[in-house]
């Protein structure tokens, strides 16, 4: 894709984020209906920041987010649906997809499409949570791959401040070469584990997932050992 249809590109995607953002803040209810989170992961990836949001139009519910590593920052957005869910009951089922703009401030083009979708259910003492990603690069970049990723855990709390369980993440490889023009292999990495959650005081959650990469060539140097620390703070 050449440099003028990329500079396009880049400047409507930050036309489309301010609208979006525009919009949001006209539209949505007072703001003291307006709950927010913040959220750290620190993994092989670097450290990684997000901000989010969720926005009250009537029974409808906005949520946004901008994610941030290095020179790339992302910024999300979709309707969020509560399909289970009564006041007197801890029990839910939230399901909530997204499309998502991935931006490279360092080249100041756009890099990636970012259809998503969550799941974020608790029955009882068990909590569920499911991300399904789908990185689309080439659109921006012609020689660039796509991925599909997901991360998977379930936690079964042993009281009000510990809660344990497997997880379990995947990145699949939809498309692109390697260095030496081979196709790449569909499994990128398949890592297996478990994961503790601690509330870390009020309306913070401390994590830490620790597992094993079963793909082979990615266990050299470490034995497979991979890991995240997560902190999240919701208001």
């Known amino acids: 894709m050449d440099r003028k249809t ?3 590109i880049w400047k409507f995607g930050i036309t489309f984020l301010l609208i979006a953002m525009t919009n949001i803040w006209l539209m949505a209810e007072e703001e003291s209906n307006i709950s927010g989170w913040f959220r750290t992961d620190t993994d092989a ?17 906005i949520d946004s987010d901008i994610y941030v590593v290095g020179a790339t920052g992302e910024f999300d957005i979709g309707p969020l649906f509560t399909l289970v869910g009564k006041e007197d009951s801890k029990d839910s089922l939230i399901v909530l997809p997204m499309v998502g703009l991935t931006f490279d401030f360092e ?14 259910s608790t029955i009882g003492s068990i909590y569920f949570e499911s991300w399904l990603m789908n990185f689309l690069n080439s659109p921006f970049d012609g020689e660039a791959g796509n991925q599909f990723y997901t991360r998977n855990f379930l936690l079964y709390a042993l009281g009000d401040i510990v809660s344990i369980g497997p997880q379990l993440e995947v990145t699949l490889n939809l498309s692109g070469k390697d260095e030496n ?8 990495s398949c890592a297996v ?17 620790l597992g094993s990469e079963t793909k082979e060539k990615l266990r050299e140097g470490n034995d497979g050992i991979v890991g995240r620390f997560t902190f999240v703070r919701k208001w």
Do not use: C, R
Not at 45 to 61: D, K, M, N, R, V
Not at 193 to 209: A, I, M, Q, S, W
């Open 107 to 120: 080249s100041m083009n756009v890099a990636t499409f970012v259809p998503q979708f969550y799941t974020f």
């Open 181 to 188: 023009g081979n196709e790449l292999d569909s499994l990128a």
């Open 193 to 209: 584990g478990g994961k503790v959650h601690l509330k870390y005081g009020k309306n913070n959650t401390l994590g830490l997932f």
């Open 6 to 8: 990329l500079s396009f």
């Open 45 to 61: 990836h670097g450290t990684q920041i997000w901000f989010g949001a969720s926005h009250p139009f009537g029974s409808l519910e």
